[in-house]
Every structure is written in structure tokens, then in C-alpha cells.
């Protein structure tokens, strides 16, 4: 939705996109205009500017629904009253408050709106010390790789795919962003070239089980010889080559879906695990956590301590001395 906005605002009329706009904005072109450009100037990250725009819409449609039709109209009571009652985790609360403070600032910097109703409402307080991703023990990581069929393109594909996620710490939007120039030699050594949120760059180094799975994928596919290719493609209606044109969110998603069922894995199994499984056995094995957050590419080793779950058989083990 917003990607049509922002390719259509450096074209066409606005009238030919209006009705997509929320009606409290839509109304008055010079709004319509500054509402567009919040989300065409001021983001960049794509997921960002998507969830953005659902939460900005979600809230206008609130107060439409409750007699509210223009931004003027909107108080920092109904803000507030809009965000307590919303049916959310406290960290999506405090995305969905920020989202409407920042897009209302643009309007206020625009000269839209003399103040911003937002800015006064406190966000829910969220402190995080422990991550809800689901980590995969060592002996589930193994299985789940050596579960994949590897006599089709499919399932090199996938295993490298999992692998790289895996063995870099990689976020799967860096990992399919890949081309095949960027798995590269450089000091004598094989790298991967990853494309990391808000445009960073970040180079690792490729554990040998990956080189060895990239290989056997790479030298059945063909894909050496065509270096601006994208390094994990879709695969065509026969599932025997591949199309050309790169994975997707989804398509992971649901490949490491049917994967992990396939190898007897809980169903909370997703794209994000294996960069928190990758993460907590390198610590398991005598990783620093420091090393462990330039590997990941994290501003912060808090972050990276998000990731580490190295913690959670110590306390199980503790627990168990308890005896009656």
C-alpha cells in the first residue's frame, strides 16, 4: 500500500490515489500531499514504513468511527484513550504511539496542525532482559539440516539458505538481499557480503559447513557463472530450476515452515531462530559476547544479549536442585 503511495506521489495527480488516503487526511490536498511525503521522505527501511502507515490508518479510522473527521479535532485524550485500550504487546503500543507522534510532527512541521496531540501521551514502559524467539537446541539445528533433501535444487537451496542464516547470524532480509558476488574471497578467504537495515554494509566469514553448502547449491544451479544474480531465487512451477528472481519473506517463511515440520521441529520455528540459535551456540562454545555483536552486526551488545539463551539450562539445572 505504501510502496504505491510513494511511487505514485512522483507521477501522477493525487486525485488518482486518494481514495487509498485515510478520509480525515484525503479531504484537503495540501494535507493529502504532507501525509504522503511523511512516508516517502522520512523512512526508508520498507517493514518500517508499512507498519507505519497500518498504525497511523488504524488510528484515524478510530477516530473517525468515534465522530472525529478532521486532524484538528483530534486531542491528546483521544490519543490516549485510542493507545489503552488498543489490543496489543506493550512493544507494539509503543511502536503504534510513535508512529502517530512522528506523523503528526511532520504534519506540525509542515504547518498543517499547530500542535501535535501525541507528543504529551506516555508510552507504556517496556523493558526487555530475555528474547521470546525460539531458539533451536544444537541436536534440533542438526536434524533440521540434515533432514533436507538435497538430490533436488529445492533442497540445496533451502539448506543453504538455513545454513546461512544460521552460521552468519544473518537476518533473513540480508540474507536474500544477496547476490552472488557477494559470497566472495577476500584475505585468501570466503566471505558473505551482507546488506543490513538502514543501508549499513557488514562483511563475515564463512564457516566451512556453509562453504561446502553454498558449493554443492551454487555448482548445481549454475550460478557462479552469473555474479549480479540474486543468491537464493525462487524456484519455478516445477520445482527443478530456478526462476531468476529473488526469494521473498513469505516464500522463506514458509519454506522454514514446511522444513522444520518436516523434521519434527515445534511449530514456532521461524526465520528469526536461527540467528538467536547461531548466536547462543557460539556463546555455548566460549564466543565473547562482544564478537558475538560484530558478527551480528547489532549496535549494542544488549541487543545481542537479547539473543543469548546460554542461560536457560543453568537455571533449569539450578531449579532441579530443589527436592522433596
Same mark, same amino acid.
Given at each position: 500500500m505504501t510502496q504505491q503511495l510513494v511511487q505514485s506521489s512522483a507521477a501522477a495527480p493525487l486525485a488518482a490515489f486518494t481514495d487509498r488516503l485515510?478520509?480525515?487526511? /484525503? /479531504?484537503?490536498e495540501r494535507t493529502a500531499w504532507r501525509f504522503v511525503d511523511f512516508f516517502a521522505v522520512t523512512i526508508r527501511n520498507p517493514n518500517t514504513r508499512e507498519a507505519y502507515y497500518r498504525a497511523v490508518c488504524?488510528?484515524?479510522? *478510530?477516530? @473517525?468511527?468515534?465522530?472525529l473527521h478532521g486532524l484538528g479535532d483530534v486531542m491528546p485524550i483521544h490519543v490516549a484513550a485510542y493507545v489503552e485500550h488498543l489490543p496489543l504487546s506493550r512493544a507494539s503500543v509503543r511502536q503504534h504511539l510513535s508512529a502517530i507522534s512522528r506523523c503528526f510532527d511532520w504534519l506540525v512541521s509542515g504547518g498543517v496542525l499547530q500542535t501535535n496531540p501525541a507528543t504529551s501521551v506516555q508510552r507504556p514502559r517496556h523493558v526487555v532482559r530475555v528474547g521470546k524467539t525460539p531458539v533451536l537446541s544444537d541436536d534440533e539445528a542438526r536434524t533440521l539440516l540434515e533432514s533436507i533433501?538435497?538430490?533436488?535444487?529445492?533442497? $540445496?537451496?533451502d539448506r543453504a539458505l538455513i545454513g546461512a542464516?544460521? %552460521?552468519?547470524?544473518?537476518?533473513?532480509?540480508? =540474507?536474500? /538481499?544477496?547476490?552472488? @558476488?557477494?559470497?566472495r574471497i577476500s584475505n585468501h578467504q570466503r566471505m558473505f557480503l551482507l546488506h543490513e537495515k538502514g543501508g549499513k554494509e557488514h562483511q563475515v566469514p564463512a564457516h566451512y559447513r556453509? =562453504?561446502?553448502? &553454498?558449493?554443492? %547449491?551454487?555448482? +548445481?544451479?549454475?550460478? *557462479?557463472?552469473?555474479?549480479? +544474480?540474486?543468491m537464493f531465487q525462487a524456484l519455478d512451477i516445477t520445482r527443478r530450476r530456478l526462476k531468476?528472481?529473488?526469494?521473498?519473506? #513469505?516464500?522463506v517463511f514458509q519454506m522454514v515452515?514446511?522444513? +522444520?515440520? +518436516?523434521?519434527?521441529?515445534?511449530?514456532?520455528?521461524?526465520c528469526h531462530s536461527f540467528r538467536a540459535t547461531g548466536i547462543t551456540n557460539y556463546l555455548s562454545n566460549g564466543g565473547s559476547l562482544e564478537d558475538a555483536r560484530a558478527?551480528? /552486526?547489532?549496535?549494542?551488545? #544488549?541487543?545481542?544479549? &537479547? %539473543?543469548?539463551?546460554?542461560?536457560? #539450562?543453568?537455571? $533449569?539445572?539450578?531449579?532441579e536442585r530443589i527436592r522433596f
Open positions: 485515510p478520509p480525515m487526511v /484525503a /479531504a484537503d488504524r488510528f484515524m479510522d *478510530w477516530c @473517525e468511527g468515534r465522530g533433501p538435497t538430490e533436488k535444487i529445492g533442497g $540445496l537451496r542464516m544460521l %552460521y552468519t547470524f544473518g537476518r533473513v532480509g540480508a =540474507v536474500i /538481499a544477496m547476490d552472488v @558476488e557477494d559470497y556453509l =562453504v561446502e553448502y &553454498l558449493g554443492e %547449491y551454487m555448482d +548445481a544451479t549454475g550460478l *557462479w557463472r552469473t555474479p549480479k +544474480a540474486p531468476g528472481s529473488r526469494m521473498n519473506r #513469505q516464500i515452515r514446511r522444513r +522444520a515440520r +518436516a523434521a519434527g521441529l515445534p511449530p514456532t520455528v521461524n558478527i551480528a /552486526a547489532h549496535e549494542s551488545s #544488549q541487543t545481542t544479549r &537479547l %539473543y543469548d539463551r546460554t542461560g536457560d #539450562q543453568i537455571t $533449569l539445572d539450578e531449579i
